[in-house]
């Protein structure tokens, strides 16, 4: 939740139309064999013009990168940290 909190509110001050659709926990194929804790964030829509724009600055691939790591910060510092991977 750190991350994805950390994303939105951050994205949200730059795009007051941004929506939060929240977590989502889940045997995604792309996480499965992770042997430490992993993270997918979906942080844009290539199919969505205004978005795939956005992408095409450095600056604003720049932020993304700053958000998601704040988030990951403060869940190391603050977050559920004896979560067990279900291998």
């Known amino acids: 939740a750190s991350i994805q909190k950390s994303l939105f509110s951050n994205s949200r001050r730059e795009d ?7 977590t989502k926990r889940g045997p995604f ?3 499965n064999q992770a042997e430490v804790p ?4 979906e942080v844009s829509c290539l199919s969505n013009p205004a978005e795939e724009a956005r992408l095409a600055s450095a600056e604003h691939r720049e932020d993304i990168a700053a958000y998601l790591e704040s988030g990951i910060l403060d869940y ?8 067990v ?3």
């Open 29 to 31: 194929v792309v996480l």
């Open 85 to 87: 991977s279900k291998k």
């Open 76 to 83: 190391l510092r603050n977050g559920e940290t004896t979560h």
């Open 16 to 22: 007051a139309g941004i929506l939060d659709y929240g």
């Open 38 to 41: 992993a993270v997918l964030a």
